[in-house]
């Protein structure tokens, strides 16, 4: 500034009464102080980190709280076939997860998902998102992961031909989950959403039964997905007798329709999720039930509201009792002889292993024995040339075997046996798939498909993959508690979802969970600190005291910085509720 | 319309009347139903302000000169210690000449604590630039907080009501609340130049050099000389549209009084009391009320007292190692009068202490005793 002249006041009423600069500041570029500059960049929520199916769940109960409830269904229609169902049957991992659980409880996401699902008309059609690609892929099993994997294809331009062994499609989810938490109605019209797309589900059609490995060579790709099961053993004298059953069998005949008779007392053997089906689904036939587990209600596999369910309907919990062998007369069975175990040393799994207590034998009486220990995959169908390792096919993060062109998920691949996994490595499995078919390589786009660090993957990520705007999204940098800026938020209840009365689940089969209202959904929705992502809150714009965040304007998303006066104070960056900014070097 | 409110709910509605925009505060007993009832208000929007919570008085008095500096109308509330924490940023408001109110409570400074009523702590920023009112009742709160932005958006000075901790606090009288269109007739719209303006900056309150920082000081007491006609201007317009008037004192029987009692807020309701009955016994007796402190309204108190055999100053507050702030400046305000009156400094009521009649009588009648006072700063009501 060297034409910079001195103001000379001459006289007393010539100074101002202000101490003001007489000119402009707009000169004096603060921008040039800067060493440091924020940047907006949306970061990974916690929830969308914690759901194996991948879904962008800060998205759709975004989305949910502005009552686009068709939009919030067709974000998670991206990702994942089957809202209805995970809104109902997901265990929410994504919950779990929730950083507003810190804080006071989490966002009831799982709700909000089943009353995205359940407010958009079933006539509503999810449209193919690329044209035919002249590509055809076999689907072996359709269960949620083959399934998920036929519906990703179909929208990705592939032809898609599903084989399944049962009369009808849905695998664990049509005859492992028992209608009362899954109905099979709400099921169907997921389903049908699939065959829209112009899937073809081929039911009655057993490998290695009634159609050859070698058939689904002729197809472009091949997915297999077959589940886990075939009920495990326990190994005890007389298992055979009559009245004794597996437990999955069991959920399948009453799913089928078949009339099952257990007589008034029945026994579960086993704490996992098909055990706790079992239970109940037997008390809701009028038994008297009791479960036996050989650990204590610590170590119980299953879902632990599940569980609780199962105790306030009255089945009844024997804990740290093993089974010895059943009680027949004749071929038929009467009872079982129990013995007490008691916890010893953790196990691999971090769980105490139960000790048998030698001499603390004793008798029930029983007249139907259901055995629900696990289940196994059945694997013989497979060529050699597909690698297993106990029990499970070998694959990569993508569901992709030792057999070129040929892919595996759920069950039968993965460790985790339960829905979301499932449709996860389902959809895992169709993006690979999608790569192998037009020849590009999975290994160039999986840092940007996956999210988080425990292995979901995003749909629209791969979709969008390459576009502009995806390069400021971090698909790593995941949210944590300590990241919020809580105060700008204030304890608020979670919205809490009513279910069946408890005298009203004898005899039927009506489902348990109700779902919340709409009041209750926008409830929760708005309790969401959005972990990450940019919600226009408006918080920088006013904080910036430099005015150097302006709106983009004209319902534009986002703000622009104008460096030429942003100081890089970090203010906004500091402020930012939800952490959806970031400081980085000049 | 007719309400009966403490005089913290009866200062709210002042605030909600004046159409204020933005309210920063810290809540102190026994200033925080003020803000408690303000926080509610912009919560129901009925009030359209911005209410914002800050960390601490210090940062409350920050926000509401940014505000102010943005142009809209800003407001806050405390008292004793927390008035004490703000005593920077006061000199911060009044040097940018910023057209705030603040209404301040008047509670005894701790230690020991005590939330009671006593004027040390407004009086000890008497050298900020503030203006600073003392009213007497709750419909003196209402009325004065409303004139505060009268006067203040006219001499760009801040201005502090303050009024007695639980005496006018916490008691509940009948208050009547001006309809709001009224009170947007009287009282326009804020308009205000030299404020922040994004388009074209500027900047503000920087380096002032020694060749002009003298003129900007004197330009300050100038604006605060010419605060006292605005007193009075903002008294009797407010008289008008209102039918209550007010002025910089009010006197009671001065006219032919030897002797006048001086006071302030509350304590001159048991004053009033006391005046009434000595003059149907006879006594020549009058009461000033000293309702503008900053600026002191110096003629208009000489013109009173001048000529007077004696004047009786009552002071709930104390200036350590001197006495009754009000006393003192009532005689470094007529020191030069040839016809000064022999005046009476008394201190009382400190910390709550209640100043009853039989008090203040007990108080005229010593001053009535006595040719001169023993000394500067009598107590009375101490424990014998």
């Known amino acids: 500034m060297s034409d910079h002249k001195p103001i000379v006041y001459k006289n007393c009423e010539d100074v101002p009464a202000v101490v003001m600069s007489e000119a402009s500041m707009l000169w004096n570029k603060t921008g040039a102080w800067r060493y440091i500059k924020p940047k907006y960049c949306d970061k990974v929520p916690p929830c969308n980190q914690g759901c194996p199916a991948g879904n962008d769940v800060e998205n759709f109960v975004r989305l949910a709280e502005e009552k686009k409830y068709k939009e919030a269904w067709l974000s998670i229609k991206e990702e994942n076939p089957f809202p209805r169902v995970c809104g109902r049957v997901c265990y929410y991992p994504c919950e779990t997860a929730c950083n507003r659980g810190q804080f006071d409880r989490a966002v009831s996401i799982n709700a909000l998902e089943r009353f995205i699902g359940d407010y958009v008309s079933t006539d509503t059609k999810i449209e193919r998102l690329q044209n035919d690609s002249g590509k055809k892929v076999a689907v072996v099993g359709s269960g949620p992961a083959g399934l998920t994997t036929a519906y990703h294809l179909a929208r990705l331009g592939h032809g898609v031909h599903v084989y399944e062994a049962d009369e009808k499609p849905g695998g664990v989810l049509r005859y492992g989950i028992p209608e009362y938490r899954l109905p099979k109605k709400v099921l169907d019209e997921e389903i049908q959403d699939i065959i829209n797309l112009g899937v073809t589900i081929d039911c009655n059609k057993k490998v290695g039964e009634t159609i050859q490995w070698e058939a689904l060579l002729d197809f472009d790709a091949v997915f297999v997905a077959t589940g886990a099961h075939k009920s495990r053993n326990v190994g005890i004298e007389n298992e055979e007798a009559q009245g004794v059953m ?41 038994s008297q039930v009791t479960i036996h587990y050989y650990r204590s209600r610590n170590e119980i596999p299953a879902f632990k509201e599940e569980v609780d369910e199962a105790q306030k309907e009255g089945v009844h919990f024997d804990m740290l009792s093993e089974p010895v062998r059943v009680l027949v007369d004749g071929d038929k069975a009467t009872g079982i002889e129990m013995r007490r175990t008691r916890l010893g040393d953790p196990d691999e799994s971090g769980r105490r292993r139960p000790v048998s207590v030698e001499g603390s034998e004793y008798s029930v009486d029983a007249t139907t024995i259901i055995i629900a220990i696990g289940e196994d995959t059945d694997l013989e169908y497979l060529p050699s040339e597909i690698q297993e390792e106990r029990g499970r096919v070998i694959v990569d993060a993508f569901g992709a075997t030792s057999r070129p062109g040929v892919f595996a998920g759920g069950d039968m691949a993965i460790a985790n046996h339960n829905v979301a996994y499932a449709i996860g490595s389902g959809k895992a ?18 840092a940007q498909t996956t999210i988080g660090e425990y292995g979901a993957m995003s749909m629209s990520h791969y979709i969008e993959a390459g576009r502009a705007h995806a390069k400021n999204r971090y698909t790593k940098s995941v949210v944590s508690y300590n990241d919020i800026n809580l105060n700008y938020f204030e304890e608020q209840e979670r919205s809490k979802q009513t279910k069946l009365e408890l005298s009203e689940r004898h005899q039927n089969f009506k489902e348990v969970h109700q779902g919340l209202s709409e009041d209750q959904i926008q409830n929760d929705a708005q309790r969401c600190f959005h972990c990450g992502v940019c919600t226009m809150c408006d918080t920088c714009y006013i904080y910036c005291p430099d005015i150097a965040i302006e709106h983009k304007g004209d319902a534009a998303w986002g703000y622009d910085i104008n460096f030429d006066y942003c100081k890089g104070c970090g203010i906004c960056v500091h402020e930012c509720p939800r952490n959806a900014m970031m400081m980085e070097d000049e | 319309m007719k309400k009966v409110l403490m005089g913290n709910h009866a200062a709210s509605w002042a605030v909600k009347l004046a159409d204020v925009k933005m309210i920063a505060a810290y809540p ?50 405390t008292s004793a210690n927390g008035l004490a924490l703000m005593h920077e940023l006061l000199h911060w408001a009044s040097g940018a000449r910023l057209p705030l109110v603040m209404v301040n409570v008047n509670r005894a400074m701790a230690p020991g604590w005590n939330i009671w009523a006593d004027q040390s702590d407004s009086l000890s920023q008497r050298d900020t630039g503030w203006l600073q009112l003392y009213v007497e009742d709750n419909q003196e709160v209402l009325d004065t907080v409303l004139q505060a932005y009268y006067i203040a958006e006219k001499v760009n000075l801040p201005v502090m009501v303050c009024y007695d901790a639980f005496f006018l606090s916490h008691t509940y009288e009948a208050v009547d609340i001006p309809e709001k269109q009224a009170v947007q007739d009287w009282l326009p719209p804020h308009a205000r130049e030299n404020i922040l303006n994004t388009k074209d900056p500027r900047a503000f309150n920087g380096l002032v050099m020694p060749d002009v920082y003298m003129e900007m000081r004197y330009k300050l007491q100038q604006a605060h000389e010419e605060a006292v006609a605005v007193v009075k201007e903002a008294g009797e317009s407010f008289a008008k549209a209102f039918d209550r008037s007010y002025s910089t004192i009010e006197t009671v029987y001065c006219d032919d009084a030897e002797t006048v009692l001086v006071t302030s807020s509350s304590t001159t309701s048991p004053a009033r009391l006391v005046v009434e009955a000595l003059r149907e016994k006879g006594m020549k007796i009058g009461l000033m009320k000293v309702r503008l402190f900053r600026p002191f309204p110096v003629d208009d108190i000489c013109q009173v007292l001048s000529g007077k055999k004696k004047v009786v100053v009552i002071d709930r507050n104390i200036s350590f190692g001197k006495g009754g702030i009000f006393a003192d400046e009532i005689r470094g305000a007529i020191a030069n009068d040839p016809q000064a009156p022999i005046i009476f400094g008394y201190i009382t009521g400190l910390g709550g202490r209640d100043i009853t009649p039989e008090l203040v009588e007990d108080i005229v009648m010593e001053a009535e005793k006595n040719e001169r006072p023993e000394r500067l700063a009598l107590w009375k009501g101490l424990k014998s």
């Open chain 1, 429 to 446: 499995a169709a993006i690979a798939i999608d790569a192998y078919l037009k020849g590009s390589h999975v290994s160039d786009i999986v």
């Open chain 2, 28 to 77: 102190i007993t026994p200033q925080t139903q003020i803000v408690e009832e303000l926080s509610e208000m912009c919560g129901s929007g009925e009030l359209k302000a911005k209410f914002l919570k800050v960390e601490s008085e210090h940062s409350a008095m920050a926000s509401c000169i940014a505000a102010s500096s943005a142009g809209v109308r800003a407001f806050t509330a």
């Open chain 1, 246 to 286: 597996p437990g999955l069998g069991f959920l399948k005949k009453v799913a089928q329709g078949k009339k099952v008779h257990l007589g008034p007392r029945t026994v579960v053997v086993g704490g996992g999720n098909t055990a706790i089906d079992a239970a109940r689904t037997a008390m809701r036939l009028g």
